[in-house]
């Protein structure tokens, strides 16, 4: 298989076989098509349990208080900006 990559990806390629982790391009295909696989199988996973609780999800929502969210939210956010 030949394949080509853009120059963000050559260059992305470069520096993981400079840092000495990885040996070949091969070893870094293999690790990339093994973590799509797995974000695949967890999305896939993510995608039933919305499907089979989606029902209770959007009733669950439907009884929040916009203004009470709103109210939570801002709070948050200016406790993180003191911090």
Excluded: C, P
């Excluded at 967890?42 to 439907?62: N, T």
């Amino acid at each position: 298989m030949n394949s080509k990559f853009n120059q963000k990806h050559e260059i992305f390629i470069q520096e993981k076989l400079s840092s000495g982790r990885y040996h070949t391009i091969e070893e870094i295909i293999v690790e990339a098509l093994e973590l799509l696989e797995e974000h695949d199988k967890k999305y896939e996973q993510w995608l039933q349990a919305a499907r089979d609780h989606g029902d209770v999800s959007i009733a669950e929502l439907e009884k929040i208080d916009g203004k009470f969210l709103i109210a939570q939210l801002e709070r948050k956010l200016r406790k993180a900006l003191e911090s």
